[in-house]
C-alpha cells in the first residue's frame, strides 16, 4: 500500500514539474514571439489608424487617482498629438450607470485637448480579449497601436490574441512609480 501511495506521488509531482515547464515555455514563446512589435515610448512607436485605449478604474478602492490610469491617458494622448495615430478607440466597462470607463476615459482626455471627433467609444470592453474582438468585428480596425501599461498580460499577450486583429505595434509604458497599496 506505501509503495502504490509512494508512485502516485511520484506521478503527482512529474506531472506538476511537466505542468511548470509547459507553462514556462508558453510564456518564453509568447515574449519572443511580441518582443520586436513593444515600443517603449510614444517617440518610437510606429503609425497606425487607430489607438486602443484598454479600460481601467480611474481612481482606487482606497481613494486617489489610479497611476495606470493616468499613464495610459497621458500616452493616449501624446500619441494623438504626435499624429503616430489619428483615431484613439476607447474600450472598456459600463455595466452599471454609474460606473463608465469609456466615458471617463472621453472626458479626461478632453480635458488633455483630444478632439473629440477623434475617439470612439466601446462601451463593451470588459476584457482584453473583448476589445480585441469587438475593435475587429464592429469597428472595422485591422492594425492597432495597443496602449497599456508594462507588464506581461496585456501588452505580450494581447499582440497574441487570436482576435483577427493585427496589432503590430504594442505601445508599453513605465509601471507607474506611485505605489499602489490597499
Known amino acids: ?15 506538476l514539474a511537466v ?10 514563446w509568447v515574449v519572443m ?11 518610437t512607436c510606429e503609425s497606425r489608424e487607430v489607438g486602443i485605449v484598454f479600460g481601467t478604474s480611474h481612481g482606487l478602492v482606497g481613494g486617489g487617482s489610479n497611476p495606470h490610469y493616468q ?17 484613439l ?17 472621453w472626458r479626461d482626455l ?7 471627433q477623434f475617439m470612439t ?3 463593451a470592453g470588459f476584457s482584453t480579449f473583448d476589445t480585441l474582438v469587438r475593435a475587429q468585428k464592429v ?11 508594462r507588464g506581461i498580460y496585456h501588452v505580450r499577450y494581447s499582440l497574441r490574441m487570436p482576435s483577427g486583429l493585427k496589432p503590430l505595434v504594442a505601445l508599453r509604458f513605465p509601471r507607474a512609480r506611485h505605489r499602489i497599496s490597499d
Open 33 to 43: 514571439a511580441t518582443r520586436d512589435r513593444i515600443a517603449a515610448s510614444p517617440l
Open 139 to 149: 469597428f472595422g480596425v485591422r492594425e492597432a497601436v495597443l496602449v497599456t501599461q
Open 121 to 123: 467609444l466601446d462601451y
Open 19 to 28: 505542468s511548470v515547464m509547459v507553462l514556462i515555455g508558453l510564456n518564453l
Open 71 to 87: 499613464a495610459r491617458l497621458d500616452t493616449a494622448a501624446q500619441l494623438y498629438r504626435l499624429h503616430r495615430v489619428s483615431n
Open 1 to 15: 500500500m506505501q509503495r502504490v501511495i509512494k508512485q502516485v506521488g511520484l506521478v503527482i509531482i512529474a506531472l
Open 89 to 105: 478607440l476607447l474600450s472598456g466597462d459600463n455595466r452599471t450607470r454609474y460606473y463608465n470607463e469609456p466615458m471617463t476615459m
Open 110 to 116: 478632453r480635458a488633455r485637448n483630444v478632439p473629440q
